[in-house]
């Protein structure tokens, strides 16, 4: 089964302060297959961030030569069914959209949202952001349940001999009427199952490791 989906992680209200960056109040609750899993309950809402912390045996050029093709994504990220780019010029960030297959009863969500890569060569890592925007192109239709992204991540830091840090941090809003125990039920398994899913994709042979860290 693909892994690694970015959906029904956590509700924010208006005015919750997200501090995905920080270490404070996030929450151990899983140690397992070398990725520590962590929650953080927030201030006006019932449901729970997630994160997942791994420090992997994959060289980060290896690593980033699949998450940032675009066109693997539907392979190892859960339930994405569709995603469609538009890279924005002179830069490495796209506006995407992502529609995904939800299992009945549940309607299928669609994001539409900024994604901007940031680069740290000095600290050797890599940190790719997702944020909600509103887009001519994609208008809120029936079909699909608008989510919102307010801020979801992954961290790739490079390592000594080879070894690479992971770090994702998601924090959606699925929107609809799901309940937040059930948001927080389904995501327990978030943070390994979507570090394990990157890193299966990872040992395909076709992988193309990326250039431009590949010195790192």
């Not at 997630?50 to 060289?59: A, N």
């Amino acid at each position: 089964m693909k892994r690694g989906a970015v959906l029904l992680v956590a509700a924010i209200g208006v005015g919750v302060a997200w501090a995905g960056d920080a270490d404070d109040g996030w929450v151990q609750y899983a140690d397992k297959d070398a990725v520590v899993s962590y929650s953080k309950a927030l201030e006006g809402s019932k449901v729970l961030a997630m994160r997942g912390v791994s420090t992997v045996d994959v060289p980060i050029a290896r690593l980033m030569g699949v998450y940032l093709d675009t066109k693997r994504s539907t392979d190892w990220v859960d339930l994405l069914v569709q995603l469609d780019e538009h890279p924005v010029a002179g830069t490495d960030d796209a506006i995407e959209r992502q529609i995904y297959d939800m299992p009945w009863p549940v309607a299928d969500r669609e994001f539409v949202f900024k994604r901007t890569v940031t680069w740290e060569p000095e600290r050797k890592t890599v940190t790719i952001r997702y944020t909600s925007i509103d887009d001519p192109r994609y208008p809120v239709t029936d079909t699909y349940v608008r989510a919102t992204d307010y801020g979801s991540f992954w961290r790739f830091t490079a390592q000594p001999g080879g070894t690479t840090r992971v770090e994702a941090v998601a924090m959606v809003d699925p929107e609809g009427s799901l309940p937040a125990w059930l948001f927080n039920s389904v995501q327990k398994s978030w943070p390994r199952e979507s570090i394990e899913g990157l890193l299966k994709e990872a040992a395909k042979t076709d992988v193309v490791p990326l250039a431009k860290v590949a010195d790192w």
